[in-house]
């Protein structure tokens, strides 16, 4: 199926050297797909090389003068630079140009410019990041990952939905199981918020699997693990902080004399078996879910075969209807309880 | 210095098999210090062989007949066991006979005992669960850890005095850096709750760091870290997960053939440096601050070597005035708020 992606390719740590070629490699591999390259055509067009007349119609530059910094206030990119390359990126998709947008830029102005563009769904109060992990059976859906510090249980349900129809449209799993995030399995577990989201999550008709703990998001016990952004971005980068550790600490040991080094490159098929399973960048590209349009965010460190990811997922949610999933379920949900 | 430690036999997945051994173990190792077991003595006698005769009157059986059991109401615990092992184990505190109480049973529990039979500090609303985690830069402390899922910025204070003195008293540093657990590291990040406490903190005259995010638990940014009871709950179990996950990955790979398997053999040197550094085992043993007694809890799978390393913190905290260091603190500011 055609889809069309319009690419932020300003955002990020390394801007235009990761972002375009991770849209060209997307491009060979994916063709049904068109692109819609978006920055200042000076930093895309040296990346470019032939890839203009290759791809033809399937690819083209969009103008924008101005980019968004990765430490600049929300709130000052939204007024001040109308023609940034992520607010383009975005109008793409609020006028139909583009089925999605991806950007590795500054998350909270993505947040921001994205809900001033695109508007939230009917029924949908605020929008949520929801990022996916690698788990011992696959993978795990979670939401929300800081865009939202405090959190009504109204709220944490609706993420629930949300989240439920992410799964349903990328891994086409139509029952997808919900559980709310807790600090232990009974329902009398957890501060009033999450009791009383519990109650409404169980009667929403999702697939509800009950409360959670913070094992089961890499046990995998459920498809779609649910929070508020503060608890959510704390899980996120306490993960990020241990694995770097573990990381380090592996490449310490076998670095740590000559036995060692060649004992590394004995080692070297298992190392990176054991690599690729925990590779964050195979997970790079976190929804922003709860918008009239889809809006993938990638890690503003991302290299090209990362970025590339994010796109993909972004390709794979416009394909599969997320929009409509979401607002579907809601309209249901308005109409049993009207 | 001359310490007895008052130890919980019965509690634990593993009870007196794994308890008694690590006692002994430990009194074999610390030559000035005292043990009284607490538990049912046909129980614990099987597991003691010569070391009652061997240690004197170093060693102790204190009968207990009832065993709070792992998954056992706290409040139920506290009405119908009062001669539970771990009330027994905790009321040797209160009374003087031992100088810490160590348990690897119910933490609900525990806390619901230590609470009611030994008091809170002056000044101090709440007790707080204080763990310790291993970072790039040595180790981290970490509280509250899920005794209490709603606090206030007061509450929150007090843990980051309390944490202070637990570093000061095990760690022989005077001077610990406190951070408070956040979203992001500017003073303007967070929900109401966490920036009022990062004022009182600021002016608290602790070594106070600021804000800091997930990944700094394990980067060892700061020597504590302070959060609420969800969020330091949610943050613990997510990195047990990762961890078990981790490691099974690093199985499965090393054990994918004939080849592989050659290879961990080969690397097994660096393989075991890496599993010594991350062993949770060596990190066993979490603080019940803010009561008028030391108390530890062991992780209740835990086994000789890792109950060993939570006598070792009990020892640790009772010989270095845990106790008087933090009713000294608050003490001063009492005093300096009067």
Redesign the interface.
């Known amino acids: 199926m055609t889809v069309t992606l319009a690419i932020d390719c300003m955002g990020g740590d390394h801007g235009p050297s990761v972002t375009v070629p991770a849209a060209l490699d997307f491009l060979r591999a994916d063709r049904d797909a068109r692109i819609v390259l978006v920055g200042r055509p000076e930093a895309i067009e040296p990346h470019l090389g032939t890839a203009l007349a290759t791809f033809g119609e399937r690819l083209r530059i969009q103008r924008a003068s101005e980019v968004v910094a990765m430490d600049e206030p929300p709130a000052l990119a939204m007024r001040n630079k109308k023609d940034s390359s992520m607010r383009v990126a975005v109008n793409l998709v609020k006028e139909g140009e583009a089925q999605a947008a991806v950007s590795a830029g500054n998350t909270g102005a993505l947040m921001a410019i994205s809900r001033f563009v695109l508007k939230t769904l009917p029924g949908i109060d605020r929008p949520a990041i929801c990022s996916t992990l690698?788990?011992?059976r696959g993978q795990t859906h979670m939401l929300d990952l800081?865009a939202n510090?405090?959190c009504s249980p109204e709220h944490l349900l609706q993420f629930g939905i949300m989240g439920a129809m992410l799964v349903a449209a990328v891994e086409h799993n139509e029952r997808p199981s919900v559980g709310l995030?807790n600090?232990g399995e009974e329902d009398i577990k957890?501060?009033?918020i999450?009791k009383q989201a519990g109650e409404l999550l169980r009667k929403s008709g999702l697939n509800f699997y009950g409360n959670v703990?913070?094992?089961?998001?890499?046990?995998g016990t459920v498809d779609v693990v649910v929070?508020d952004?503060?608890?959510g971005?704390?899980?996120?980068?306490?993960?990020?902080?241990?694995?770097?550790?573990?990381a380090?600490?592996?490449r310490e040991?076998?670095s740590?004399n000559l036995?060692?080094k060649?004992?590394?490159l004995?080692?070297?098929?298992?190392?990176k078996?054991?690599k690729r399973?925990?590779d964050s960048r195979r997970y790079n590209g976190a929804a922003l879910l709860g918008l009239r349009g889809v809006v993938v965010k990638s890690h503003g460190s991302a290299d090209v075969f990362a970025f590339e990811q994010a796109i993909w997922r972004a390709a794979e949610a416009a394909r599969n209807r997320l929009i409509d999933r979401i607002s579907e379920r809601m309209m249901e949900r308005e109409r049993s309880e009207a």
Chains 1, 2 share one sequence.
Do not use: H, W
């Open positions: 690698p788990s011992m800081g510090v405090d995030l600090i957890g501060n009033e999450v703990e913070g094992d089961d998001i890499y046990k929070c952004g503060f608890v971005n704390v899980a996120l980068k306490t993960s990020e902080g241990l694995a770097q550790m573990v380090t600490f592996l040991q076998f740590r036995f060692t060649l004992a590394a004995f080692a070297m098929s298992a190392l078996g054991f399973r925990v």
